[in-house]
C-alpha cells in the first residue's frame, strides 16, 4: 500500500391486539331484548340456586386467576429463556455484519516475496483483483482462499499508475464479490476487508470521508476514495465496500498511523483497468503536464508551479515556477491535487486550456497533454 503510512505488502413479539372493545352491548345476550326486559337493561335473569352455583364459579375462577389452588399460592414455573447464540441475527439492524456475511467468501490472502496484502474475486473462474504494489513485479503469488486452500496465481498483468493488478488462480466455481457502479455518497457506509498484519478476515468499518481525493504521490491516482474505516498493513488490494456487499474500492494506501485516513481505487477505475490487463495488454497511457507544484499558503487557492521539467507540455508554451494554476478548461482548481485529478481525467494528447497568474497578471495558455506509460 502506498505510504503515506502504506499498508502494504510487509508488514464475513408478536403483534399487539387491535384497539377494540370486546363488552357485549345491551341486548347483545341473546333471548328478548324488548323495551323493558331485563336483558334489554344488560342483566341477565337469574334463579336464586343458579346464582350462588355462578357465584361459587365465579369465585373459583377469580383465585385461580390470582394463582391460588385450595387456599395455597399456586407455584409457576417461568418459561425457559431462549440462548443469544440461538436466536437470528437481525441483519437489517447489523449492516456491516450482513457486509462480511455476503463479502468475506470472495475475499483472498495474497504473499509474495514483498510480504503479504489482500485481494477480491471478481469472476467466479479464478480472476482476482488487487493492487499493484501487492504483487510488486513478481509472475506468480500465493492466493489463499477463504475455505483455506492455497493455490499459486499467476499475475496477469499491473497498472502502476492506477496501482491495479490482476491475478489469475487455476480454479472454477468461486465466489465472486458483487461490483457497485457509479461514485459513493460522502457519509455512507463503508467496510474494509482484508489481512491486515497477516491477520485473516479481519472487517473494520467506517465511512466515506471524501471522494475525488487524489494521493501526494508520483503517480497520482484519479478521483481516490478516502475513508475512516481502520486500514493497516495486509489491508492493501483488499475491498471496500458498501452496506450491501457491493465493492466500491479496492484499498491501496493510508495516511499515518491512527490518523483514520485511508484512501482506495474507485471501483470503475480498477474495473477498466481490469479489462485491459486481462487480455496481456499494457496499462493505458497516462496524460501528463509535466510540473511539480504545492498549495499556496497565503492568498488565492491554486496550484502553485515549484519546477517544469525540461521539454515537458507545460515547458513548450512557458510555464514556469511561481505561476498560479487556478482553472483548467474553465474549471476553478484550489489545490495541486485538484489539478492532478484533472489532468489524470483526460487522455495524452488532449489540449486543455490553462488559467494562471504571473504575479498579478492573468494568463492563459493551451497545452496539449504528453503520454507517460503506466
Known amino acids: 500500500m502506498t505510504d503515506l503510512t502504506d499498508p502494504g505488502p510487509g508488514s464475513p413479539q408478536p403483534p399487539m391486539p387491535s384497539e377494540g372493545s370486546a363488552d357485549l352491548a345491551a341486548g347483545d345476550l341473546g333471548g328478548p331484548s324488548g323495551p323493558g326486559s331485563r336483558q334489554s337493561q344488560g342483566v341477565a335473569t337469574l334463579h336464586p340456586e343458579k346464582r350462588r352455583l355462578t357465584l361459587a364459579v365465579a369465585i373459583g375462577i377469580a383465585l385461580a386467576s390470582l394463582g391460588f389452588a385450595g387456599g395455597v399460592l399456586a407455584t409457576r414455573t417461568p418459561p425457559e429463556a431462549t440462548p443469544v447464540a440461538s436466536q437470528t441475527a437481525d441483519l437489517g439492524n ?23 496484502g489482500s485481494g477480491v474475486i471478481y469472476k467466479p473462474n479464478g480472476y482476482i483483483l488487487t493492487a499493484a504494489h501487492v504483487v510488486g513485479q513478481n509472475e506468480t503469488v500465493t492466493i489463499r482462499l477463504a475455505d483455506g486452500t492455497r493455490l499459486e496465481g499467476k499475475v496477469l498483468g499491473r497498472d502502476t499508475g492506477r496501482d491495479i493488478a490482476v491475478v489469475k488462480v487455476n480454479r472454477n466455481r468461486l465466489r465472486a464479490a458483487r461490483i457497485a457502479r457509479g461514485q459513493p455518497r460522502i457519509g455512507q457506509l ?5 489481512s491486515p498484519f497477516g491477520l485473516r478476515d479481519s472487517v473494520t468499518a ?59 481505487v474507485p471501483i470503475d477505475v480498477a474495473m477498466e483497468t481490469v479489462q485491459r490487463l486481462e487480455k496481456g495488454q499494457d496499462p493505458a497511457p497516462v496524460a501528463y503536464l509535466g510540473v511539480t507544484g504545492t498549495d499556496p499558503s497565503t492568498g488565492p487557492g491554486g496550484a502553485l508551479v515549484t519546477d517544469v521539467q525540461a521539454d515537458t507540455p507545460a515547458g513548450k508554451v512557458g510555464i514556469k515556477p511561481g505561476d498560479l494554476i487556478t482553472a483548467i478548461d474553465g474549471k476553478r482548481v484550489t489545490s495541486m491535487s485538484e489539478l492532478a485529478s484533472e489532468i489524470r481525467k483526460r487522455s495524452p494528447g488532449d489540449k486543455v486550456v490553462l488559467s494562471f497568474t504571473r504575479g498579478e497578471t ?12 503506466g
Not at 94 to 116: C, D, H, K, T, Y
Not at 190 to 194: D, E, L, S
Open 94 to 116: 447489523e449492516p456491516v455484519e450482513r457486509v462480511a456475511q455476503i463479502l468475506l467468501p470472495s475475499v483472498v490472502e495474497i504473499r509474495s516475496g514483498l510480504g503479504g
Open 190 to 194: 463503508a467496510v474494509a476487508i482484508g
Open 362 to 373: 492573468p494568463h492563459k495558455a493551451t497545452v496539449v497533454l504528453g503520454e507517460r506509460s
Open 206 to 264: 467506517g465511512v466515506i470521508s471524501g471522494v475525488g481525493r487524489t494521493l501526494p504521490t508520483g503517480e497520482a491516482i484519479v478521483d481516490a476514495i478516502q475513508t475512516d474505516a481502520p486500514v493497516n498493513p495486509g489491508n492493501s488490494g483488499g475491498p471496500l465496500a458498501d452496506r450491501l456487499g457491493r465493492v466500491i474500492g479496492i484499498n491501496v494506501a493510508v495516511r499515518g498511523n491512527g490518523d483514520s485516513v485511508a484512501f482506495a
